[in-house]
Nanobody, 112 residues
């Protein structure tokens, strides 16, 4: 059974930094990453990374966010810097191993 446990998130001022982490268990995941959903908006891709370390980022976060993973520990992290109020959302850990699994979500709030 797949389990995803997220940590990190919180409240930060614009320009600040936060780090999100997700510990996964129950499978070997080809893709791991993060999506986010702001109030009234659809869930959107933030960043994903495959087992080889190839990354994909949303244009809106390129140059500010960095995704990384530890295959041995089955963890994925998202270092977020230069945060903007528009980054405010619930962030969801995403893992893919034939099926998609989602974390419970963690709130990130960026104040102006």
């Amino acid at each position: 059974q797949v389990q995803l446990v997220e940590s990190g998130g919180g409240l930060v001022q614009a320009g600040g930094s936060l780090r999100l982490s997700c510990a996964a268990s129950g499978s070997i995941f080809s893709l791991m990453g993060w999506y986010r959903q702001a109030p009234g908006k659809q869930r959107e891709l933030v960043a994903v990374i495959n087992r080889s370390g190839t990354t994909t980022y949303a244009d809106s976060v390129k140059g500010r966010f960095t995704i990384s993973r530890d295959n041995a520990k089955n963890t994925v992290s998202l270092q977020m810097s230069s945060l903007k109020p528009e980054d405010t959302a619930v962030y969801y850990c995403y893992c893919y191993a034939g099926d998609i699994s989602w974390g419970q979500g963690t709130q990130v709030t960026v104040s102006s």
